[in-house]
């Protein structure tokens, strides 16, 4: 039986190194395509990963205080992760890992992470919103995080984030 590997590397992405923001990119297309394409249709999905995860849209949002970081194992990259400081909490914008991934322990690991982060930010609680229908939904929980209420969002062409938010308290 062969043991995975749990080590994991995150590598901070910036609006100036432009080669890590287009193979950022590519991988959040990559990714956020096979997950919600069957959550949302395949033209709305077009959209969002126009609005929020393409090179312009991502340089846009670190500029405006986004931390990105691609997490990556032995063989390469496999998620990354997104986030900023709102009011009293660590909102967690991004939160995704490739399919193959999954399953693997790496979302505990990239939580570890994050709450060091947020307690280098001086705050105790991480924030996320999530789609209603999404699947993952079910890890959130498992990871500790609660919902605290529901919300709907116009992200602009007749679309819409129909989304659970979920916050978890840090210690």
Do not use: W
Request: glycine letters at 8%; one cysteine or more.
């Amino acid at each position: 039986m062969t043991s995975i590997d749990k080590t994991l590397g995150f590598i901070r992405v910036t609006a100036c190194d432009g080669g890590l923001v287009e193979e950022l990119s590519a991988l959040a297309t990559a990714i956020v395509r096979e997950h919600y394409d069957p959550i949302v249709g395949r033209e709305q999905n077009d959209y969002m990963l126009e609005k929020f995860q393409s090179v312009g849209a991502i340089r846009d949002q670190i500029s405006r205080g986004y931390e990105y970081y691609l997490v990556r194992n032995q063989d390469g990259d496999c998620g990354f992760i997104a986030f900023y400081k709102r009011l009293e909490a660590l909102y967690l914008s991004k939160f995704y890992l490739a399919k193959q991934f999954r399953g693997l322990g790496y979302s505990h690991i990239m939580l570890d992470f994050l709450a060091k982060k947020a307690a280098d930010m001086g705050v105790r609680r991480i924030e996320l919103n999530v789609n209603r229908f999404n699947d993952a939904v079910l890890v959130y929980e498992k990871l500790g995080f609660r919902r605290i209420r529901e919300e709907k969002n116009d992200i602009g062409h007749g679309y819409f984030m129909d989304d659970y938010v979920y916050a978890l308290d840090l210690i």
